[in-house]
T-cell receptor, first 116, second 114 residues
Framework: AQTVTQSQPEMSVQEAETVTLSCTYDTSESDYYLFWYKQPPSRQMILVIRQEAYKQQNATENRFSVNFQKAAKSFSLKISDSQLGDAAMYFCAYRSGGTSYDKVIFGPGTSLSVIP | KAGVTQTPRYLIKTRGQQVTLSCSPISGHRSVSWYQQTPGQGLQFLFEYFSETQRNKGNFPGRFSGRQFSNSRSEMNVSTLELGDSALYLC?????????????FGPGTRLTVT
């Protein structure tokens, strides 16, 4: 069965600094997608970034980038130039590939604090 | 463009009752997905609807069901409520099936079962 692990329940970063959130997963599938979601306190969940497993190039969205290591089954999120608005719970997620699937697995989340 | 809306925002029900939650997607979006979020189990995928058809389903009992209307609005129903169904229920919409990166979430419905 697929699993997603986020080993850091809480992390903190100084404003303007860089922080990396870890995520590892386990799967025997070859076709899948990986996601990072952000859930700010009392605000709506946001999809931060998506990575297709078949793509070797790491996904990037502005200050957010991932380090996708397929062989190691690792999918970390790097936030550069951290801002106060980055404070949130971050969830790593796995989804089987294709348009027909039943596996969407979320990690337990990492609570990120940004220190002014 | 209006975002994803969910109604009601808060709900209190008694064990054994049933409940219906509603999700209105962003205009033009045809896919609606539902998730359950609890402190104990975390985030779990319930199901996804696209063009009025359930396309994908997570590992939840048959008490959890849903439907999607021709205007893409979706409802989720939980019958015979249990205490463990207390959760934040999130819906998300996207233009196409979950292959699309354009996924937007609603604010959620907080369900409390007593």
């Amino acid at each position: 069965a697929q699993t997603v692990t986020q080993s850091q329940p809480e992390m903190s970063v100084q404003e303007a600094e860089t922080v990396t959130l870890s995520c590892t997963y386990d799967t025997s599938e070859s076709d899948y997608y990986l996601f990072w979601y952000k859930q700010p306190p009392s605000r709506q969940m946001i999809l931060v970034i998506r990575q297709e497993a078949y793509k070797q190039q790491n996904a990037t969205e502005n200050r957010f980038s991932v380090n996708f290591q397929k062989a190691a089954k690792s999918f970390s999120l790097k936030i550069s130039d951290s801002q106060l608005g980055d404070a949130a719970m971050y969830f790593c997620a796995y989804r089987s590939g294709g348009t027909s699937y039943d596996k969407v697995i979320f990690g337990p989340g990492t609570s990120l604090s940004v220190i002014p | 463009k209006a975002g994803v809306t969910q109604t009601p925002r808060y709900l209190i029900k008694t064990r054994g009752q049933q409940v219906t939650l509603s999700c209105s997607p962003i205009s033009g979006h045809r896919s609606v997905s539902w998730y359950q979020q609890t402190p104990g189990q975390g985030l779990q995928f319930l199901f996804e609807y696209f063009s009025e058809t359930q396309r994908n389903k997570g590992n939840f009992p048959g008490r959890f069901s849903g439907r999607q209307f021709s205007n893409s609005r979706s409802e989720m129903n939980v019958s015979t409520l249990e205490l463990g169904d207390s959760a934040l229920y999130l819906c998300a919409s996207s233009p196409g099936l979950m292959n699309d990166v354009e996924q937007y979430f609603g604010p959620g419905t907080r369900l409390t079962v007593t």
